[in-house]
């Protein structure tokens, strides 16, 4: 039997995923209204093709508890958040969750990290956890770390299909670990030792932070000569070794507008590329809310109250709403004491920030100027709606005449 440990965004598909190719799954959430809401039989997020997976692992005999369970593997899948003054791992999550773990768990038992950490953090916070607790690893029990490689959007598919690393100390281990992710991962799965997974992970999601940097920094550079860095993109990946990213009003989510900063934390005389790229991508948003300003005087527009983002999540078609570039945006217009943008975002149900709708049409009828922050397909298939609106496109999504870009 395998007790995952956090059914997040990460956790849950893992185990429903499990549970559903026939692996013996209980999940654990100190979350009682999670685990309530899980029991009653529903899903607690949006995501394509989850309601599917779950009906099966539920068919499948998955159970859900707030109880730890005693059994021979544990996977740990916690969220990992950074500090934001000193940039580096807050590993509490996961060390919480693995002394927990130590409090049931038998001798020879496989704890297995799934959370993303940075290079060393379970050689510094995870060995002693273990070790304080009379665990001798490698003898009484083992350690393993699978970094998880799945996007919102797009989760049951990546967990079927993309690849995967497991990182242990002994090879034997981490190729038992591989069969049972092989029991679903349809990927290549390669075992390694625990601080190159570690690092592994954090450097995919860095090489993503730093070239979508770079696209925001062309945008900058040509708004400020009035050149079209949409044009000037596609022009270039023409060319056969060049593939620039587009731009954006930020970097949200948890892994790439977070990650990197693992790195910058650890490495802070070393890793200066990925620091500036990470603090390009943090200042997008107020990049946009001063475009929102420009846009607004052009236009002759002083009320920012009939001004409306549309968007809230941090990445299109989902409900994840972490670091996103609108939350950000809507943090940096307090320090500037001027409240009053109105939001919208079909996926987001409940109120979560002032003035926000749950209703296009009443949104779009209060708003003069309308900021795509999004590009959810609601707003793509309702592109005639804008037609009268002073729209900032802020991906390049709407063809329209006359609408402003980032």
């Given at each position: 039997m395998i007790n995952v440990i956090g059914l997040g965004y990460i956790g849950l598909p893992t185990a429903l995923m499990?549970?559903?190719?026939?692996?013996?799954?209980?999940?654990?959430?100190y979350n009682k209204e999670l685990v309530a809401t899980l029991n009653a039989g529903h899903t607690t997020f949006k995501e394509k093709g989850l309601d599917e997976l779950f009906d099966a692992a539920v068919k499948a005999g998955i159970?859900?508890?707030?109880?730890?369970?005693?059994?021979?593997?544990?996977?740990?899948?916690?969220?990992?958040?950074?500090?934001?003054?000193?940039k580096k791992v807050d590993a509490c999550y996961v060390v919480a969750a693995v002394k927990d773990v130590m409090k049931v768990c038998p001798k020879g038992a496989t704890v297995v990290i799934e959370s993303t950490v940075s290079p060393g953090t379970i050689e510094k916070y995870v060995r002693p956890v273990i070790e304080e607790n009379g665990f001798k690893i490698g003898n009484d029990l083992n350690l393993v770390h699978a970094p998880?490689?799945?996007?919102?959007?797009?989760?049951?598919?990546?967990?079927l299909h993309n690849n995967r690393t497991i990182g242990a100390d002994d090879k034997a281990i981490g190729e038992k670990v591989k069969e049972l992710y092989a029991s679903f991962c349809q990927g290549e799965i390669v075992v390694t030792d625990i601080k190159t997974a570690e690092m592994t992970k954090v450097v995919e999601n860095t090489f993503r932070a730093v070239n979508i940097a770079f696209a925001n920094e062309l945008a900058k550079i040509c708004r400020h000569d009035n050149m079209d860095v949409y044009e000037?993109?596609?022009?270039?990946?023409?060319?056969?070794?060049?593939?620039?990213?587009?731009p954006g009003p930020g970097v949200g989510g948890h892994c790439i507008?977070?990650?990197?900063?693992?790195?910058?934390?650890?490495?802070p005389?070393?890793?200066?590329?990925?620091?500036?790229?990470?603090?390009?991508?943090?200042?997008?948003?107020?990049?946009?809310?001063?475009?929102?300003?420009?846009?607004?005087k052009e236009n002759g527009l002083k009320?920012?109250?009939?001004?409306?983002l549309y968007g809230l999540t941090y990445k299109e078609n989902v409900d994840d709403m972490r670091e996103s570039p609108t939350l950000q945006l809507l943090e940096s217009q307090e320090r500037h004491l001027a409240p009053g943008l109105k939001v919208y975002d079909p996926f987001i149900e409940k109120d979560v920030v002032e003035n926000q709708y749950h209703s296009l049409d009443t949104f779009l009828d209060e708003c003069d100027l309308v900021v795509i922050m999004v590009k959810h397909n609601e707003i793509k298939e309702n592109v005639d709606k804008l037609n009268g609106k002073v729209v900032l496109d802020c991906h390049n999504i709407i063809n329209l005449p006359g609408v402003y870009h980032i």
């Open positions: 499990m549970a559903s190719h026939g692996v013996e799954v209980i999940g654990t959430d159970k859900f508890t707030t109880e730890y369970q005693v059994t021979d593997t544990y996977i740990v899948s916690v969220p990992t958040p950074y500090d934001k003054f000193s998880e490689r799945i996007i919102p959007g797009n989760m049951v598919y990546e967990l000037i993109i596609r022009i270039c990946n023409m060319h056969p070794r060049v593939n620039i990213l587009q507008s977070v990650d990197p900063w693992f790195l910058v934390g650890d490495y005389s070393l890793a200066k590329v990925i620091d500036e790229s990470m603090k390009t991508n943090d200042g997008m948003p107020d990049f946009v809310l001063n475009r929102i300003y420009e846009i607004m009320d920012i109250s009939r001004v409306g």
